[in-house]
């Protein structure tokens, strides 16, 4: 991570976020790393705290890593999208796309492949351990899709 960049950390669980913040600051990191109690599909407060207390704004984000509740990684990508925080070149990664799996995050990933991502499945194993095999989505976002029309669409 260049010097200059900065991490977002979105956490559902406070005593994760306690624990993160801990070892952020024994590694001298805390100054570039940002943990926040919340979760994008909290109706919007997560949202709007990112935007005005860390200044999310539209083209923002580079890279977004989705590891958490496996059925939310569609869902969070689409408000992520709405927010419109990604810019051409943006890169969504995604962990455990088959175990536990989140079978609509890659199909969504399938059906736009070419049109609003492009997407590559890399193999590996679920964690800890090296026979269950697993995939780790990554996406480049393209920034337009065609609509029927035929018209591009940002």
């Given at each position: 991570?260049?010097?200059?960049?900065?991490?977002?950390?979105?956490?559902?669980?406070?005593?994760?976020?306690?624990?993160?913040?801990?070892?952020?600051?024994?590694?001298?990191?805390?100054?570039?790393?940002?943990?926040?109690?919340g979760t994008l599909g909290d109706g919007g407060e997560t949202?709007?705290?990112?935007?005005?207390?860390?200044?999310?704004?539209?083209?923002?984000?580079?890279?977004?890593?989705?590891?958490?509740?496996?059925?939310?990684?569609?869902?969070?990508?689409?408000?992520?999208?709405?927010?419109?925080?990604?810019?051409?070149?943006?890169?969504?990664?995604?962990?455990?796309?088959?175990?536990?799996?989140?079978?609509?995050?890659?199909?969504?990933?399938?059906?736009?492949?070419?049109?609003?991502?492009?997407?590559?499945?890399?193999?590996?194993h679920a964690e800890h351990q090296s026979v269950i095999k697993d995939l780790v989505l990554e996406s480049?976002?393209?920034?337009?899709?065609?609509?029927?029309?035929?018209?591009?669409?940002?």
């Open positions: 991570m260049p010097r200059e960049a900065r991490l977002y950390s979105v956490e559902f669980n406070t005593a994760n976020a306690v624990i993160a913040r801990r070892i952020l600051a024994q590694t001298g990191v805390d100054d570039r790393v940002t943990v926040l109690v949202i709007r705290t990112l935007r005005r207390k860390y200044n999310f704004t539209p083209g923002s984000l580079d890279l977004v890593f989705l590891n958490h509740d496996k059925k939310a990684y569609l869902s969070d990508l689409e408000l992520i999208i709405n927010a419109g925080w990604l810019h051409p070149g943006s890169v969504v990664v995604a962990d455990n796309i088959l175990v536990p799996g989140a079978p609509a995050f890659r199909a969504h990933m399938r059906e736009n492949d070419g049109t609003l991502w492009h997407t590559t499945e890399h193999r590996t480049d976002y393209l920034g337009t899709q065609t609509s029927s029309t035929g018209t591009q669409q940002t």
